[in-house]
C-alpha cells in the first residue's frame, strides 16, 4: 500500500520585515539590518489546499492609529508587497482561491505569521495548545503577539500537545522556543508525485548559515534560552537527516526565494512572481 501525502508544494512570499539582524542571530551588532521574507506555504493534500501561516494582518499597517499601537517599534518596519491583500494576491497568482484552503497550520501567533488568519475563519486552525494560551495572555501583545490577529470565535481551533499529523503526510513539530508553543512542519510528499519531503523549521530558525549550518540561536525569545534553540534547531536537522530532506529555515532572504523557484519548477508551475522589494533570484552560495 503506497503512502498518502503531500501532492503539492507551493511556497509563498506574503510581505517582508526590515529588522536588526540580531533578531534572527543571538548577539549580532544592533546596527546590521535584514530585509527578511514573510514565508507562507501552501500544500495539496486529499480534499484540498492547507495553508501553513497567514501573513501580516494589512489592516494593523494600513490604519494609522493600529500601527501606531502594533507596529510601534521604529526598529522593525514591516513591508508589504502592494496596496492589496497579500494572501489573496499569492493565492490568485498560484490560481488557487482562498475557498479551496480547507484547513490552516500555524507555526506560532506573531503578527507576521497569524495575521491573515482572519480571511479565514471557520476552517480548522492547527495550534499548539500553550501557543493560543501564551497568545491569549495579558504579556502577548508586548511579544508581537496580537489577539486581534486570531480571536475570531468563528475559527475552528484544533490544539496540539505536542507533536502530531495534522493532515497526511503533514506533521507538526513542537519547537518551542522563539515563542511557548512554535510549531515546526515536516511536509512527506505522495509517491505519486516521487516522494521525498521537506522539513519547514517556520521561525525555529530564520537563516540557514546562521541559525542551521552555525548553530549559532536565534536572537528571539520567549522564556526560552539561546541553548534550548539551538537544540531545537538540531532535532530539526536530525529529522532531515534522518529523511534526507531538506531543511528550510522561516526567514532567509536568498534561500526562500530559491526554494520557490525550485518547487515550482519542480511541479511544473511557472515561476513565482519575484516580487516586490527584497525578492531576488541570485542563488545563494551555501544552497
Ligand atoms: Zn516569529
Known amino acids: ?116 488568519l482572519r480571511l479565514l475563519a471557520g476552517r480548522p486552525v492547527h495550534c499548539q495548545r500553550r501557543e493560543l494560551e501564551f497568545g491569549l495572555s495579558a504579556r502577548a501583545e ?19 500537545d505536542g507533536d502530531g499529523e495534522i493532515a497526511p503526510g503533514i506533521t507538526a513539530v513542537l519547537t518551542a522556543g522563539h515563542t511557548p508553543g512554535h510549531q515546526s512542519f515536516v511536509v512527506d510528499l505522495d509517491d505519486a508525485v516521487g516522494g521525498g519531503g521537506y522539513v519547514f523549521a517556520f521561525d525555529a530558525a530564520d537563516l540557514h548559515a546562521e541559525n542551521v549550518e552555525q548553530e549559532i540561536a536565534i536572537g528571539g525569545r520567549v522564556d526560552a534560552t539561546p541553548e534550548e534553540c539551538v537544540e531545537q534547531v538540531r532535532r530539526l536537522k536530525a529529522i532531515a537527516a534522518e529523511r534526507g530532506y531538506p531543511l528550510l529555515p522561516g526567514h532567509d532572504p536568498v534561500v526562500w526565494p530559491v526554494a520557490t523557484r525550485e518547487l515550482a519548477e519542480r511541479f511544473g508551475r511557472s515561476p513565482a512572481r519575484p516580487a516586490g522589494p527584497g525578492a531576488t533570484w541570485r542563488r545563494g552560495p551555501r544552497r
Open 142 to 160: 508586548e511579544h508581537g503577539v496580537l489577539r486581534i490577529d486570531f480571536d475570531d470565535p468563528r475559527h475552528d481551533w484544533r490544539l496540539a
Open 1 to 116: 500500500m503506497g503512502r498518502t501525502g503531500v501532492r503539492e508544494v507551493v511556497l509563498l512570499t506574503l510581505g517582508w520585515v526590515d529588522l536588526p539582524r540580531s533578531e534572527s542571530v543571538d548577539g549580532a551588532p544592533p546596527e546590521e539590518r535584514l530585509r527578511e521574507p514573510v514565508p507562507g506555504v501552501l500544500l495539496h493534500v486529499d480534499g484540498g489546499w492547507v495553508l501553513l501561516d497567514t501573513g501580516f494582518n494589512t489592516a494593523l499597517l494600513r490604519d494609522a492609529a493600529l500601527r501606531a499601537r502594533f507596529h510601534g517599534d521604529p526598529a522593525v518596519r514591516a513591508v508589504l508587497p502592494g496596496p492589496g491583500e497579500p494572501l489573496e494576491e499569492a493565492l490568485a497568482y498560484a490560481g488557487i482561491d482562498l475557498a479551496d484552503v480547507h484547513a490552516v497550520g500555524l507555526s506560532h501567533l506573531h503578527l507576521d505569521h497569524a495575521g491573515g
